[in-house]
């Protein structure tokens, strides 16, 4: 079983437009509502590759009722969200078919109790000891420490399953100083973490402050790979038109699931490239467009060698 969570889970709805205008009346002609947050599109995907996946986190209120009803719709997806108060997040993602944009609008998430959090904490320490792997994923709901990945990547570590992080900010920082298998960054994220917005220069520096390996995504540029084997940059033969919301997080369950079947990065690379652009394909985050990942698959293009990263922190990590 791969674990993920998604601390600030959310009902997602996206309404298509035929062309989205500033202080215009829209007529929606379609809408899509489904269990959202970045480990919980995480664990679609891995479900539609075959692996059994746990979506742990919060969830609260009617939202919450919602997300857990949808849940248990999904083949292959557990439930295990922490019940707390405070209604759960929406977002909306408004789609232009004209253009083929998308405008996001994210709630903030709900306000978490300490007595929350705690019981978040034994019950992630309960699922871990059974996981495969860890993919911690997305913003912080109010009232979670910002330190709360960090302590997190450690209790995955102390249990000896690998872990991957994939947030910003100020969590971030201090979650890749706690030493995760994987971290993904984006472009943006990276340049916050690093100061830098030279791409290698930028994952190499994240890879020093503390993670085992970095995988940044970097938009139509593909993805960029500093790992103790080796560095490497993943990218796809076309730029794709359609909705990129969901990508990144079809890059994470990519990059874990290769990592438990034991790929190597070079195959590891190509699964996870072939699936970001497959998910643009599709109009809905947490999904992708079958045809579009299996034509893709081979003709994904990989350079680099292995041996050529830098050295990172020397320490004792899972193997990846």
């Not at 993943?234 to 990129?244: D, E, F, I, Q, S």
């Not at 590891?268 to 299996?294: H, K, M, N, Q």
Request: hydrophobic fraction near 40%.
């Amino acid at each position: 079983m791969i674990l993920t969570v998604t601390l600030n889970t959310a009902l997602d709805l996206t309404y298509r437009v035929r062309a989205l205008r500033p202080h215009g009346s829209h007529r929606v002609s379609e809408v899509v509502e489904r269990p959202g947050g970045k480990g919980v599109n995480v664990a679609r995907v891995l479900a539609a590759l075959g692996h059994e996946a746990t979506v742990t986190g919060f969830a609260g209120g009617a939202t919450g009722r919602q997300v857990r009803d949808a849940l248990t719709a999904v083949p292959g997806v557990s439930d295990a969200l922490v019940p707390v108060s405070a209604a759960t997040r929406r977002t909306v993602a408004v789609v232009d078919e004209t253009t083929g944009d998308t405008t996001q609008l994210n709630e903030p998430g709900p306000t978490v109790t300490a007595q929350e959090w705690t019981a978040f904490q034994e019950m992630y320490r309960e699922l871990v000891a059974a996981a495969s792997a860890v993919a911690l994923c997305g913003s912080l709901p109010p009232g979670v420490p910002v330190g709360a990945y960090a302590a997190l990547v450690r209790t995955a570590r102390a249990a000896g399953v690998p872990v991957l992080l994939d947030t910003g900010g100020e969590p971030l920082r201090r979650g890749v100083a706690a030493r995760p298998d994987v971290v993904k960054p984006n472009a943006d994220e990276l340049a916050e973490l690093t100061g830098s917005h030279d791409p290698l220069r930028a994952t190499q520096d994240a890879r020093r402050r503390g993670a085992r390996a970095v995988v940044a995504s970097l938009g139509p540029d593909g993805l960029l790979a500093v790992t103790p084997e080796g560095r490497w940059r993943a990218t796809t033969p076309v730029r794709l038109p359609g909705n990129p919301t969901g990508a990144g997080d079809s890059v994470v369950a990519g990059l874990l699931s290769g990592l438990v079947e034991q790929l190597p990065w070079h195959d590891r690379l190509i699964r996870a490239a072939a699936l970001a652009a497959a998910t643009v394909r599709s109009p809905v985050a947490g999904e992708f467009d079958r045809r579009t990942y299996d034509e893709l698959r081979g003709r994904v293009a990989v350079s680099g060698e292995a041996g050529a990263a830098r050295p990172g922190p020397v320490r004792p990590a899972v193997s990846s």
